[in-house]
């Protein structure tokens, strides 16, 4: 199985760093092939423009769906671009790994999604959901909170954190074709004690084992 892991931490050393090298290292040593983007140590741009592109559809007014779709028909992705989109087209399995920042996506993630997702070679022309490019692909969210769980429940302070992964889930991830297995969430990991940390590392190593057996979930309306 060819799995992609993306890390969306600045900080190398936090525990979301701990759980990207849990998955590296168990996937690897399970004998699946390995490729990752850690965004903050490749510099990467979030910033969608121009420079995704080496072609030119229309000089004088940017859309970014219709340089996309040129792009996609005549090899025209920047070369930082193009290699993230081939990482995405190769893996089998997708592992996004943030902190939940103002409960969503840290921005550098959320500009990897809208500069590597692109119209044509990712999706459109019907290429969505059940039809997307990426059917039979499998992929799932791995974040840490600030809160604890019970702030993040239906009647708490914080709300539905189901919610919250939803517009990723089902907006991002099913969009494009891929089934979802079910978030692996920890919460308040900040605050959690090493030993605390440690055994979540291994929980995580222990599903990771069988994961290419995984059901999808059903993502809520």
């Not at 290292?25 to 965004?39: C, F, I, K, P, V």
């Not at 004088?60 to 930082?80: R, T, V």
């Not at 429940?153 to 969009?175: S, W, Y």
């Amino acid at each position: 199985m060819n799995v992609l892991v993306v890390l969306a931490h600045p900080e190398r050393r936090s525990f979301n760093g701990a759980l990207f090298d849990t998955a590296v290292r168990e996937l690897s040593s399970q004998g699946h092939n390995l490729a990752t983007s850690d965004l903050y140590r490749l510099g990467f741009n979030p910033v969608s423009d121009r420079h995704n592109f080496c072609t030119v559809k229309d000089p004088d007014y940017l859309k970014l769906q219709a340089e996309e779709a040129y792009a996609s028909e005549n090899a025209g992705f920047a070369p930082d671009l193009e290699t993230e989109i081939c990482k995405l087209e190769s893996c089998d399995l997708l592992i996004l790994q943030f902190p939940l920042w103002w409960f969503g996506l840290p921005a550098i993630l959320k500009g990897w999604i809208d500069r590597v997702l692109a119209m044509g070679r990712t999706y459109g022309y019907g290429a969505m959901y059940r039809k997307g490019k990426f059917r039979g692909k499998r992929g799932f969210l791995c974040l840490t909170t600030g809160g604890v769980e019970e702030a993040y429940v239906k009647t708490g302070q914080h709300g539905d954190i189901h919610a919250m992964l939803r517009p990723v889930q089902h907006g991002v991830l099913e969009f494009v074709g891929f089934d979802v297995l079910a978030p692996q969430i920890h919460f308040g990991a900040a605050r959690a004690t090493p030993e605390q940390r440690e055994k979540w590392l291994a929980q995580y190593a222990l599903r990771l084992r069988t994961i290419a057996s995984e059901a999808p979930i059903v993502i809520d309306s």
